[in-house]
Nanobody, 117 residues
Framework: QVQLVESGGGLVQPGGSLRLSCAAA????????MSWYRQAPGKERELVAA????????NYADSVKGRSTISRDNAKNTVFLQMNSLKPEDTAVYYC??????????WGQGTQVTVSS
């Protein structure tokens, strides 16, 4: 079955960096559009970044553009989110999402990112 396992979250000071990972299994990685979403307390889940694994076309939310980079390692079936210059407003649970051709949409369990001094 499809599995998405996020890791790399934690507590970081403002201005710091984190690299989130999402290890995928149970589907052909190149058949999916992979993305990162986040949800802060009391707010709706929002797109952070997405990458099309066939051609590396990426898309970013305005709030993280220039500070974050999404990438993938097809050999390891893993997608990454490098986040720099973190701000307190980046605090949220970050979720990995896979939209798989002819198979549907799947979510990981989430990883907490807290930006605080």
């Amino acid at each position: 079955q499809v599995q998405l396992v996020e890791s790399g979250g934690g507590l970081v000071q403002p201005g710091g960096s984190l690299r989130l990972s999402c290890a995928a299994a149970g589907f052909t990685f190149s058949d999916a559009v992979m993305s990162w979403y986040r949800q802060a307390p009391g707010k709706e889940r929002e797109l952070v970044a997405a990458i099309r694994t066939t051609d590396d076309i990426t898309n970013y939310a305005d709030s993280v553009k220039g500070r974050s980079t999404i990438s993938r390692d097809n050999a390891k079936n893993t997608v990454f989110l490098q986040m720099n210059s973190l701000k307190p407003e980046d605090t949220a649970v970050y979720y990995c999402k896979a939209v798989i051709f002819r198979a549907g949409t799947y979510w990981g369990q989430g990883t907490q990112v807290t930006v605080s001094s």
